[in-house]
């Protein structure tokens, strides 16, 4: 059974902080992504990784960084955080093809002040 | 520009009948489409899946349908129960590659309930 796991479920930080959001996959899944989902705009994906220490853009990765130095590990970080990055994060793995299903894990809900 | 829109933003439906939840896109580049059921607090789970080879694609309950020259899909679910109500969002992948993998493109999200 996949799991894939959040460091945190709920995270409050403030205006310019330096903020990690950490995942971790069970499975030896190739493909890990990072999606944010926000209020009447669904879930939308702001990286991905196909490999150890490769990374694509996704839609909207403006104000985010990742890092992969492991297979099972692909963390998110936001430089600066900002108020309008106030939204529920989700992290997802997939094998290798990247066309089958994604499992998500069960989101963390950050909150900038 | 949205490539994938669900334009229901929710949808009543009573215990037993049919649930259709519909869904549309704009890229001729997606190949591959899947829904996904999402509880309150819970990470998105995948409920079933279909190539854009096929026109149909069935798993119990589930049948997604797919009509390509329209750029429409739609989820059957039949009969629906109570632990169906959720939100319920479509995605697609074939927009964009990166070493073989594909991040999915989600619509909104559609809300299903159903009332007993």
């Known amino acids: 059974d996949v799991k894939v796991t959040q460091s945190s479920r709920y995270l409050v930080k403030r205006t310019g902080e330096k903020v990690f959001l950490e995942c971790v996959q069970d499975?030896?899944?190739?493909?890990m992504f990072w999606y944010r989902q926000d209020p009447g705009l669904g879930l939308r994906l702001i990286y991905f990784?196909?490999?150890?220490?490769?990374?694509e853009k996704g839609d909207i990765p403006e104000g985010y960084s990742v890092s992969r130095e492991k297979k099972e590990r692909f963390s998110l970080i936001l430089e600066s955080a900002s108020t309008n990055q106030t939204s529920m994060y989700l992290c997802?793995?997939?094998?290798?093809?990247?066309?089958?299903?994604?499992?998500f894990g069960p989101g963390t809900r950050l909150t900038v002040l | 520009d949205q490539q994938v829109k669900q334009n229901s933003p929710s949808l009543s439906v009573q215990e037993g009948r049919i649930s259709i939840l519909n869904c549309d896109y704009t890229n001729s580049m997606f190949d591959y489409f899947l829904w996904y059921k999402k509880y309150p607090a819970e990470g998105p789970t995948f409920l079933i899946s279909?190539?854009?080879?096929?026109d149909k694609n069935e798993d119990g309950r589930f049948t997604v349908f797919l009509n390509k020259s329209a750029k429409h899909l739609s989820l059957h679910i039949v009969p629906s129960q109570p632990g169906d109500s959720a939100v319920y969002f479509c995605?697609?992948?074939?927009?964009?590659?990166?070493?073989?993998?594909?991040?999915?493109?989600f619509g909104k999200g559609t809300h299903l309930i159903i009332q007993p």
């Open positions: 995605a697609a992948s074939g927009g964009r590659s990166g070493g073989g993998a594909d991040g999915l493109t």
């Open positions: 990784s196909y490999d150890v220490k490769m990374k």
């Open positions: 997802a793995s997939s094998p290798t093809s990247g066309r089958n299903e994604q499992f």
């Open positions: 499975m030896d899944h190739e493909n």
């Open positions: 279909i190539s854009s080879i096929k």
